[in-house]
């Protein structure tokens, strides 16, 4: 996995300290005719360079995820000291014991939306083989290594 930062590479941890667990920002898919379509979203948590989120089954968005299995997740600082980028391909946690698992580390109002990990409407899914970047204000994009 790249994290880039201008030509160079930065570390995992450094990357991360820009985008904590429960960050808001825009997830974009690709919608069923083909164009992109961002939406607002939160980030849970990153894992093993696996970055997690929520989702229902019953949204458009899960059907084109489906369909599309890459989305990129991007967040801007309010006042525009830097842009964090990530896509990757997405997976979904279908195994009941890793999903259990996840439904730990998700962000107490999403849990409190959903009641329960066994709601069948619930999905978690991951962004992994990611290219993730940083860019700070007008400044070259910056990598993870």
């Not at 590479?9 to 450094?14: C, L, S």
């Amino acid at each position: 996995m790249d994290y880039v930062k201008g030509n160079c590479t930065m570390k995992k941890e450094e990357f991360m300290s820009y985008l904590p667990n429960g960050t808001y920002g825009i997830l974009s898919t690709v919608a069923e005719d083909g164009r992109p379509e961002g939406r607002g979203w939160e980030f849970q948590y990153e894992e093993n360079g696996r970055f997690y989120f929520g989702t229902a089954n019953t949204k458009a968005v899960y059907q084109q995820l489906l369909a599309h299995p890459k989305a990129a997740f991007t967040y801007m600082e309010p006042k525009g000291k830097y842009t964090v980028r990530i896509n990757g391909e997405v997976h979904f946690v279908t195994d009941a014991a890793k999903k259990a698992a996840c439904w730990e580390k998700i962000d107490p109002l999403v849990q409190k939306m959903y009641q329960s990990v066994e709601n069948p409407i619930f999905e978690i899914l991951y962004l992994d083989a990611c290219n993730c970047k940083l860019a700070k204000g007008f400044n070259p994009t910056e990598a993870m290594e």
